[in-house]
């Protein structure tokens, strides 16, 4: 006789395009049924959802903020009674902090999406983001306030590398064993380029939300002082649209670049291309590093905070740097990096069944 199945309930604020959308949706559909039973509640709205769950319950409270949605979620818990709650995003988690201390037979368990301290570095030391307060480190100061409180009703913390485990660990006096490191999974795959895919104008890209963190700006800056031609492709949408597109003009490049807002064949378009450039200054766990490494395409980034140095070897999938002169140098000089090696480097590491089986132990 097999035993009850365990209650997880997964909440998130949207399902619109994002890694942590993709990755809870991907985790709640696939751990194993026969030993959990899964539902994902989502605050936002289901016109919004771009990602398609299947098998299990879904449910949108139609809510347009996480505070306009305490009571429903208050009400959702106290009817469905989990046996464990994984949400993610940082002002959701620091409200599951606050509402669990009213269920205390749930675990709570709160998944980390950003190196909180190199946000608000970036912010004060970067020429390209202002010293202006934002939404986002408005949120860090109001969890900092309220960490204490809300953290005392969390079970665990995960986070997806390890500067993200030292930095929430440093940042809220956590003991070590409250907090996992759990990186992001290979959610989809998707066949390897061929070498035959190449052309005589190089060809770059970048996929990822418009906002100043992500160094579009940077990278649009560097690519003037190449000395032969090329073509750039931006993938995504974001509050920083504006500003990327009059720099794009200002430096003559906009008969350069092909601006996508949203497809669902981001493989595709990354497959089609011979380097994935990062110009972040702070990443989480970047999904689309993951990806770009998955369909051989080398990348070039900066050797920031966060995931992305535990996804990229020097050398073996791409090109990990500390300045934008060294940057500049692998634009001009790239090594022939061959699809199956660059493909291989991640497979093992990040592979689906692997991470499912650490969510896995984790909920037990």
């Avoid at 959610?187 to 992500?214: A, C, H, M, N, W």
């Avoid at 990229?312 to 300045?323: K, P, R, S």
Wanted: glycine share 6%; hydrophobic share 40%; with cysteine.
């Amino acid at each position: 006789m097999n035993p009850k199945r365990k209650k997880i309930l997964f909440i998130l604020p949207t399902l619109t395009a994002g890694g942590a959308e993709r990755v809870i949706s991907f985790v709640a559909q696939n751990i194993d049924k026969s030993k959990f039973e899964s539902t994902l509640l989502i605050v936002g709205h289901k016109e919004d959802a771009v990602y398609s769950v299947e098998e299990i319950p879904l449910i949108f409270l139609e809510k347009s903020r996480v505070l306009n949605a305490t009571t429903n979620i208050f009400w959702f818990l106290l009817k469905y009674r989990p046996d464990v709650v994984l949400s993610s995003i940082g002002h959701l988690n620091t409200l599951m902090g606050l509402l669990s201390g009213f269920f205390p037979k749930t675990k709570l368990i709160v998944r980390e999406a950003s190196v909180i301290s190199a946000m608000s570095d970036a912010k004060k030391e970067n020429k390209e983001i202002p010293k202006k307060k934002y939404f986002l480190n408005f949120l860090a100061s109001l969890r900092a306030k309220l960490g204490d409180l809300s953290l005392k009703w969390i079970d665990v913390v995960i986070c997806q590398s390890k500067d993200m485990a030292s930095d929430f660990i440093n940042i809220f006096n956590l003991p070590e064993e409250k907090v996992v490191i759990i990186n992001n999974p290979i959610t989809q795959i998707y066949p390897l380029k061929t070498e035959t895919d190449k052309t005589d104008i190089p060809r770059f890209i970048t996929v990822g939300r418009l906002s100043k963190e992500k160094g579009h700006l940077r990278i649009l800056n560097l690519l003037t002082k190449l000395n032969f031609d090329f073509r750039y492709t931006i993938i995504g949408t974001g509050p920083e649209k504006d500003s990327i597109f009059e720099r794009m003009e200002k430096l003559g490049l906009s008969e350069k670049v092909n601006y996508i807002p949203y497809t669902e064949e981001v493989l595709k378009h990354i497959s089609q291309h011979d380097l994935f450039l990062q110009g972040s200054y702070v990443e989480g766990f970047p999904n689309t590093v993951l990806e770009s490494c998955l369909v051989g395409t080398p990348v070039l980034a900066f050797n920031v905070p966060g995931g992305t140095k535990e996804i990229i070897t020097h050398g073996e999938n791409g090109y990990l740097v500390e300045t934008e002169k060294e940057y500049l140098h692998y634009l001009n000089n790239r090594l022939n990096l061959a699809p199956e090696q660059i493909r291989k480097s991640v497979e093992d590491r990040f592979n689906k069944s692997k991470i499912l089986r650490q969510f896995e132990a984790l909920f037990n």
